[in-house]
T-cell receptor
Framework: DAKTTQPNSMESNEEEPVHLPCNHS???????IHWYRQLPSQGPEYVIH???SNVNNRMASLAIAEDRKSSTLILHRATLRDAAVYYC?????????????FGKGTLLTVNP | DAGITQSPRHKVTETGTPVTLRCHQT?????MYWYRQDPGHGLRLIHY???????DKGEVSDGYSVSRSKTEDFLLTLESATSSQTSVYFC????????????FGQGTRLTVV
């Protein structure tokens, strides 16, 4: 499985934008980039996903590099409720293997 | 919210006893997953299922077995629980296609004493 690399932790201030990076230099052409987050004492929840183009939804934006070897999850105005562990994962649409594996993610701290 | 429930939510058991955790879904999703989460290790995949009676191993499958006799239920069994299996266990479901999102249960906290 293609792997991702994320910083262990990041810190932000409330109401400021947050850019969470993810490197996936071995990504294949059929890999989708997914982001999930896990709030304290909860199961992970889906945030956003994309293949090649930048994506926006009500929670966040996903910026994908032109070579697709990295991506950035953008929270436009961080709130205290955004404090969580953020996971960047790849899902391969080119095979029959539907494993869903996670790394350690990035722990985001939001300061009031 | 996606229809996925885990039971029990909390369990304390003794070393050497068998334990079964249940994941139940009402979404008719094909794929189901079991994870464990421990401090410093993130989410680690134990086993997953890609259909009724179709399962495969994940990263940390030793000491665990699974069964899926119907679409809605995915059972995780610890045949003889050990203290190293004390953890929080999460179940997840996903539809067909890797562009679909996965939904997670609320977790089961298992303590083996």
């Amino acid at each position: 499985d293609a792997k991702t690399t994320q910083p262990n932790s990041m810190e932000s201030n409330e109401e400021e934008p947050v850019h969470l990076p993810c490197n996936h230099s071995t990504i294949s052409g059929t890999d989708y980039i997914h982001w999930y987050r896990q709030l304290p004492s909860q199961g992970p929840e889906y945030v956003i996903h994309g293949l090649t183009s930048n994506v926006n939804n009500r929670m966040a934006s996903l910026a994908i590099a032109e070579d697709r070897k990295s991506s950035t999850l953008i929270l436009h105005r961080a709130t205290l409720r955004d404090a969580a562990v953020y996971y960047c994962i790849l899902r391969d649409s080119g095979g029959s293997n539907y494993k869903l594996t996670f790394g350690k993610g990035t722990l985001l701290t939001v300061n009031p | 919210d996606a229809g996925i429930t885990q039971s029990p939510r909390h369990k304390v058991t003794e070393t050497g006893t068998p334990v079964t955790l249940r994941c139940h879904q009402t979404e008719n999703h094909r794929y189901m997953y079991w994870y464990r989460q421990d401090p410093g290790h993130g989410l680690r995949l134990i086993h997953y299922s890609y259909g009724v009676k179709d399962t495969d191993k994940g990263e940390v499958s030793d000491g665990y077995s699974v069964s899926r006799s119907k679409t809605e239920d995915f059972l995780l069994t610890l045949e003889s629980a050990t203290s190293s299996q004390t953890s929080v266990y999460f179940c997840a479901i996903s539809g067909q296609g890797v562009w679909t999102e996965a939904f997670f249960g609320q977790g089961t906290r298992l303590t083996v004493v």
